[in-house]
C-alpha cells in the first residue's frame, strides 16, 4: 500500500498570500497518478488537480499542481476567502489511498 | 444536472447490516467506475471500495474486505454498498463517488455525492 503523507499539517496564512502544501508518497507513484481535493467545513470534498497537474473543469488557475515520483506539490496563489478549506491528495496508481489532509486556515 | 444522492445510512448495532444506495443523474453512469470513501468524525478520508463500469471488477479496502460488497444496477443508475457485521470503527459519513477515468478501474473521483451518515452503536 502507498502511504501518502501530507505536510504541514495546518497551514495558517491571510487573503491574498500563496500556499504551498506538500504530499510524499512512500514509494513512487506510476504516472503521476495523484489527485487533489478541497473540502470545504461540512461540505463533500471536491476535485482539483488530478494527473498530479491537470486542473479539473472550472477550477481556477490560482491552482496547481507539481511533482512526480514521491514528491507532490499543490500551490494555491493569492488565497481567496473560499480557500480557506482542508486539502487532501490521493493516489490512485496502486489501490486508492488518501493523505491525512493540510488545512488552511486564516491567520 | 449531473449528481449523485445518497441514501440507506442511519443507526445500527455493532454486528448489524446496512445497505447504502446512490442514486447518479446526468451522465452516462454505466461508463464509469464508481467508489465509496468514507469519512469518520473529525477525520480524514478512507477510501473504502470501488466497482468498474460494467460491474465485472471490484475493489475493497483491507479494512471491510470480506464484510462489504459494492455492486451497481446499471439500468437503475444506482451504486450499492451492502456492509455487514458492522463496527463502531465503521462510524463515518459515506460518499459516493464518480470516477474520472475510462470507466477500467482505478482512478480519481471527480463528482461526490453530499454524504450518508452511518453510526454503529448500542
Known amino acids: 500500500e502507498i502511504v501518502l503523507t501530507q505536510s504541514p499539517g495546518t497551514l495558517s496564512l491571510s487573503p491574498g498570500e500563496s500556499a504551498t502544501l506538500s504530499c510524499r508518497a512512500s514509494?513512487?507513484?506510476?504516472?503521476?497518478?495523484l489527485a487533489w481535493y478541497q473540502q470545504s467545513p461540512g461540505q463533500a470534498p471536491r476535485l482539483l488537480i488530478y494527473?498530479?497537474?491537470i486542473r479539473a473543469t472550472g477550477v481556477p488557475d490560482r491552482f496547481s499542481g507539481s511533482g512526480s515520483g514521491t514528491d507532490f506539490t499543490l500551490t494555491i496563489s493569492r488565497l481567496e476567502p473560499e480557500d480557506f478549506a482542508v486539502y487532501y491528495c490521493?493516489?490512485?496508481?496502486?489501490?486508492?489511498?488518501f493523505g491525512g489532509g493540510t488545512k488552511v486556515e486564516i491567520k | 444536472e449531473v449528481r449523485l444522492l445518497e441514501s440507506g445510512g442511519g443507526l445500527v448495532q455493532p454486528g448489524g447490516s446496512l445497505r447504502l444506495s446512490c442514486a447518479a443523474s446526468?451522465?452516462?453512469?454505466?461508463?464509469?467506475?464508481m467508489g465509496w470513501v468514507r469519512q469518520a468524525p473529525g477525520k480524514g478520508l478512507e477510501w473504502v471500495s470501488l466497482?468498474?463500469?460494467?460491474?465485472?471488477?471490484?475493489y475493497y479496502a483491507d479494512a471491510v474486505k470480506g464484510r462489504f460488497t459494492i455492486s451497481r444496477d446499471n439500468p437503475k443508475n444506482t451504486l450499492y454498498l451492502q456492509m455487514h457485521s458492522l463496527r463502531a470503527d465503521d462510524t463515518a459519513v459515506y460518499y459516493c463517488?464518480?470516477?474520472?477515468?475510462?470507466?477500467?478501474?482505478?482512478?480519481?473521483?471527480?463528482?461526490w455525492g453530499q454524504g450518508t451518515q452511518v453510526a454503529v452503536s448500542s
Open positions: 494527473g498530479a497537474s
Open positions: 466497482i468498474t463500469g460494467g460491474g465485472g471488477s471490484t
Open positions: 514509494q513512487s507513484v506510476a504516472s503521476n497518478y
Open positions: 490521493q493516489q490512485y496508481a496502486n489501490s486508492l489511498t
Open positions: 446526468g451522465f452516462t453512469f454505466r461508463t464509469y467506475a
Open positions: 463517488a464518480k470516477c474520472g477515468g475510462s470507466g477500467a478501474g482505478l482512478d480519481w473521483l471527480d463528482l
